[in-house]
Nanobody
Framework: QVQLVESGGGLVQPGESLRLSCAAS????????MSWYRRAPGKERRLVAH????????TYADSVKGRFTISRDNAKNTVYLQMNSLKPEDTAVYYC?????WGQGTQVTVSS
């Protein structure tokens, strides 16, 4: 049974950092490209970052380039999203994803 479990969300002030984690199980993690998406209040879910199965290639939404970093540890079956210089507009529920499978999401709120 495929499981994606996100953690690490919370309430932070503008300019602060958070690191999200997504623990995967039930499939061969090292063979699968992974993504982070987010859904802001009242908006559609959108791609934030993507990483290939070997971690060699990453891509980012323009809105987070230079601030967010996606990475993975295939030995731990975990993908991460390091988020720096957070802004109020980063407030959203963040989801871990690979084709056909979503995690339950973790809330990130950036507010002073």
């Amino acid at each position: 049974q495929v499981q994606l479990v996100e953690s690490g969300g919370g309430l932070v002030q503008p300019g602060e950092s958070l690191r999200l984690s997504c623990a995967a199980s039930g499939f061969t993690f090292s063979r699968v490209a992974m993504s982070w998406y987010r859904r802001a209040p009242g908006k559609e879910r959108r791609l934030v970052a993507h990483i290939t199965s070997d971690g060699g290639t990453t891509t980012y939404a323009d809105s987070v380039k230079g601030r967010f970093t996606i990475s993975r540890d295939n030995a731990k079956n975990t993908v991460y999203l390091q988020m720096n210089s957070l802004k109020p507009e980063d407030t959203a529920v963040y989801y871990c994803y690979f084709p056909g499978n979503w995690g339950q999401g973790t809330q990130v709120t950036v507010s002073s």
